[in-house]
């Protein structure tokens, strides 16, 4: 059957009859497009006025004049962990480390038989932590909270005990420790976790998403055949390979691209992740320039692969037909994985890459390496960037600089460090601020053309895929305040409607 979309407007074009446009679609891919006033090959049966009619062997359906674009990519999410995110306890808006440990005593309080919570900033929050503090406010009952970038856990001693790791003097996690206590937490039962990606999933499709790049740290590629024949099947999935599993991949012949099979077409092998570094909010992301007040082996960050190391990691990757994506935040981090990429010679993408030297940012295309970035990010480190990376702000995130230097940008959330939703995305690289305050570094700034490019992969043409979002307003027409709260009419993923609001 040939789906038909008709009286499409595209962005920017501001609504004149002649540039109205019908899609017709076959087998998921565009196979016509006829711009209204020229060449028309769908004339509507008098019974069309209903937004959706099936005529013969073909399906119309009427946009009424709404704005059609490209589906959005998140270009890196940890899914498993947003979907569980949305059902732990909620601290981000915790101010001191005394109201953390009495929120997760609350919660202990009213039954929970262990206490997960998220979202707590150790760069932000005031107080000395201790294990004492948490011990106070939770006792027996297992609590992990764990911070807002995950690169931090605040682990209670009976947290310890049932993951059989003996106490730290604090209580505090960090970098791999902490992971590896994440994922130990995020086993819940099997069922129960794929109905929250399921719900996670079509929150996305209505926000216009069409596409997610994976980064849960797990093996995830049976996961998500189970989750696709179970019905989650409203979004395109590259999922990511993990270091540890990377012996597993190339014995398996997994390679980046590669569909992966009964998944209905929709999840490919993503990229080969490799983290370098840590993060700004847990003072772990590495700088060539130390932090203010740390001392000791890590304060300048962490950096967990030399050089010699991290290239023969990501050369075995790239020979076995893996592309690397590396995470590195700091500016050391982000030279260091430069270097890396120039010697495998190999293409990839740098993960965050938050503060970048001006002399490397130039490094970048030459090399093919793109930069996976979130500009949420930018608004919530504007005011711990200032403190942490005082003089140097004007390289962080320096999306404007990026663009002008040719390097290919692809946006995403890094959800749940921020929510899974590219307009908020979007909106955060156009305005630079989150609050009332004027655009931090102004002249960093995208317009709304630039940041939608860094969402998309795909143009609305002749032998495009049909993965497309409907908007109800035009992007390129509107106040640039208001494109975090975009409305979406439908998203079509292959042709095939994933969410319809008309």
């Not at 505090?172 to 929250?196: N, T, Y």
């Not at 980046?256 to 993503?270: E, F, K, M, Y």
């Not at 993060?279 to 030399?306: K, M, W």
């Not at 893996?322 to 990429?341: K, N, R, S, T, Y």
């Amino acid at each position: 059957m040939t789906l038909h979309l008709t009286n499409a407007r595209i962005p920017g074009e501001r609504g004149l009859l002649g540039n109205l446009i019908n899609i017709a679609i076959d087998d998921g891919v565009v196979t016509a497009l006829d711009f209204i006033g020229h060449t028309t090959s769908v004339t509507l049966p008098s019974a069309a006025k209903a937004a959706r009619v099936v005529h013969g062997d073909e399906q119309i359906i009427d946009l009424d004049g709404r704005w059609i674009m490209p589906g959005l990519w998140d270009s890196h999410v940890h899914m498993g962990q947003w979907a569980q995110t949305r059902y732990r306890l909620d601290l981000s808006d915790a101010r001191t480390l005394a109201e953390v440990a009495h929120r997760a005593g609350e919660r202990m309080r009213a039954g929970d038989a262990r206490v997960v919570g998220f979202g707590w900033r150790p760069a932000e929050v005031s107080g000395e932590i201790s294990l004492e503090l948490l011990d106070a406010a939770t006792g027996d009952v297992p609590t992990f909270l764990f911070s807002a970038d995950l690169h931090t856990a605040w682990v209670n001693s009976a947290g310890f005990r049932e993951v059989d790791l003996h106490a730290t003097q604090t209580g505090e996690l960090s970098e791999q420790a902490c992971f590896d206590v994440g994922k130990r937490v995020a086993i819940v039962d099997e069922g129960e976790l794929d109905r929250w990606v399921d719900a996670a999933a079509r929150e996305a499709a209505a926000r216009g998403v069409v596409g997610i790049v994976d980064f849960e740290m797990a093996n995830n590629a049976a996961a998500w055949r189970r989750r696709v024949a179970g019905g989650t099947d409203v979004l395109r999935v590259e999922t990511a390979i993990y270091a540890e599993h990377l012996a597993y991949a190339i014995e398996s012949g997994m390679r980046s691209g590669d569909t992966i099979a009964s998944t209905q077409g929709l999840v490919r092998v993503g990229p080969l992740k490799i983290i370098l570094d840590g993060s700004l909010g847990s003072q772990t992301a590495r700088c060539f320039e130390p932090y203010p007040d740390v001392i000791g082996p890590r304060a300048r960050g962490v950096l967990n692969h030399a050089l010699p190391e991290l290239a023969a990691l990501m050369g075995r990757g790239w020979a076995a037909g893996l592309e690397p994506a590396v995470h590195a935040i700091g500016d050391e981090a982000v030279a260091h994985a430069l270097d890396a990429f120039e010697a495998v010679e190999c293409r990839g993408t740098i993960e965050h890459a938050q503060l970048v030297r001006s002399e490397d940012l130039r490094r970048f295309a030459p090399a093919g390496v793109a930069a996976s970035v979130q500009p949420g990010h930018l608004r919530d480190d504007r005011d711990v960037a200032e403190r942490l990376w005082a003089g140097r702000t004007s390289q962080a995130f320096p999306l404007r600089q990026m663009r002008d230097a040719g390097v290919e940008i692809r946006f995403g959330s890094d959800a749940p460090v921020t929510a899974l939703d590219p307009w908020q995305a979007i909106q955060a690289a156009v305005t630079r601020t989150g609050d009332d305050r004027s655009a931090w570094h102004a002249a960093e700034c995208l317009t709304v053309d630039e940041a939608i490019g860094a969402s998309v992969r795909t143009h609305i043409a002749v032998n495009q895929p049909a993965d497309f979002a409907v908007l109800d307003s035009d992007p390129l027409d509107m106040p640039v305040d208001d494109l975090g709260s975009m409305k979406v009419s439908a998203t079509f993923v292959g042709g095939r409607a994933t969410h319809m609001a008309l």
